[in-house]
């Protein structure tokens, strides 16, 4: 929706942030931002790291990297923490797309040439957790759970996990057009933030599967 709606997106991903770091600032908070793998271009074949330069898209990436400049231009002590292929049991996400679709179709199609690195939410708070207690000298971050994958892969194990038949077909990007164009390539480099931290994080399938029985067990709550 950002690629029709570029002024509320700039509201919401730059001017907001700006504004609570700003006042972050003043009343000596600390302020931690959540970006997104979506500030670069995809044209990488090996992970970005903090440094690596932003060439955002789209007009979600780039609302989130004029956020990402606000906020550090206003309060030089805010750390920004870059995450991609969000997830959780709540809300809307891939993970819950695919099991509705699994459950109803005998086969769906999905993209298999874009790369990049699922980020289940549970391990991504936990690092905030342990960020806001040690906070690091360091402005930029990024985290996801270990591993890479395409898109297509991620469904395919989505479906193994969940025991559900449903038959994924890979295609290309260019046979599933959408408005706003995505990189290619979006894997982050986590060794700033594994070594400031001192953190282990958790492979892309080991909290696929945890997330996936955190799901499992809330509707066995919701039928007793």
Known sequence: DAENNYDKALLLNATAPYLLAKYAKKYKTRFIHISTDYVFDGKNSTPYTPQSAANPKNVYGNTKL????????????????RTSWLYSEFGNNFVKTMLKLGATKSSINVVFD?????????????????????????????FSNEGVCS????????????????????????????????PSYSVMD???IK??????IPHWEDSLKECLNSIKERLNDIDD
């Open 66 to 81: 004029q956020g990402e400049k606000k906020v550090l231009r206003c309060n030089k002590d805010a750390k920004i923490i």
């Open 114 to 142: 874009q790369i990049g690195s699922p980020t289940y939410a549970t391990d991504l708070a936990k690092t905030i957790m342990k960020m806001v207690d040690h906070m690091p000298i360091d402005s930029i971050f990024h």
């Open 151 to 182: 898109w297509y892969d991620f469904a395919r194990k989505i479906m193994e996990f969940s025991n559900l038949n449903c038959k994924v077909l890979p295609i290309l990007s260019k046979d599933y057009p959408t408005l706003a164009k995505r």
């Open 195 to 200: 070594l400031n931290l001192r953190i282990e």
């Open 190 to 192: 986590k060794y700033d």
